[in-house]
């Protein structure tokens, strides 16, 4: 089976792109299963960016197809912060009901209307033979005015969907994979891949 080591240290990614990625007849390994060490400095000033630095600083220590994901929360009110500084928001190591809650609280008194937001993810995999390609996904929804939800992981349980009437942290992981920004992104990839590497995924 053709390997791809996927370039995260979050587990709550590693599992959505694993369960996204199972009917391709690929093995998906985290850095930690891979016996790779890296620490990677996320300097740049886009998710395209980050997701790119990512890709090639384990490219440099692999020869397998390495994969990436660069994401965040973008909320309008706040001029599209958090954005790239998602997981640094308020400190790396700060617990996310921390984290959810400050953001609450900076948002406190502002309508619905003003309350839109949206998760990106960037998805980035480079090739042996130095190629590397980036794909895109989006979902819009709003911060809600509470904590709300178990699952997922990071931000979602103050991202509200009112489509679905719930937050990603209330969505099962099923639904939250099948509409997530990283579900679009990540499925733009599979396409790719089946183009680059065609009958070996089948
Ligand atoms: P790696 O760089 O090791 O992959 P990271 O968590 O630092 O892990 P990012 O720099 O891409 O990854 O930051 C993404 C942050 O955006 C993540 O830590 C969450 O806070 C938030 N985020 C991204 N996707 C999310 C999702 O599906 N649900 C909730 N929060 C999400």
Do not use: W
Request: aromatic share 6%; with cysteine; charged share 25%.
């Amino acid at each position: 089976m053709r390997r791809i080591i996927f370039a995260t240290k979050n587990q709550g990614k590693i599992a959505e792109i694993q369960e996204i990625m199972k009917e391709l007849n690929l093995e998906i390994l985290s850095l930690e299963s891979a016996g790779i060490d890296a620490d990677i400095i996320e300097n740049g000033s886009s998710f395209e960016e980050n997701a790119i630095i990512k890709v090639k600083e384990i490219m440099k220590l692999t020869n397998d197809i390495v994969m990436a994901d660069d994401s965040g929360l973008e909320i309008d009110y706040l001029n599209g912060a958090p954005g790239v500084y998602s997981s640094r928001f308020e400190g790396e190591n700060t617990p996310y009901d921390i984290k959810n809650n400050k953001i609450l609280s900076m948002l406190e008194g502002v309508p619905d209307e003003k309350r839109t937001a949206r998760f990106v993810c960037v998805i980035a995999v480079g090739f042996p033979n130095g190629e590397i390609i980036t794909t895109k996904g989006t979902i819009e929804g709003r911060i809600g005015y509470e904590i709300k939800g178990e699952n997922g992981f990071g931000y979602d349980p103050i991202f509200y969907v009112p489509e679905y009437n719930m937050t990603t942290a209330q969505m099962s992981p099923q639904l939250k994979n099948q509409i997530s920004h990283r579900a679009k992104a990540l499925n733009q990839m599979k396409a790719q891949l089946r183009i680059r590497l065609g009958e070996i995924l089948e």
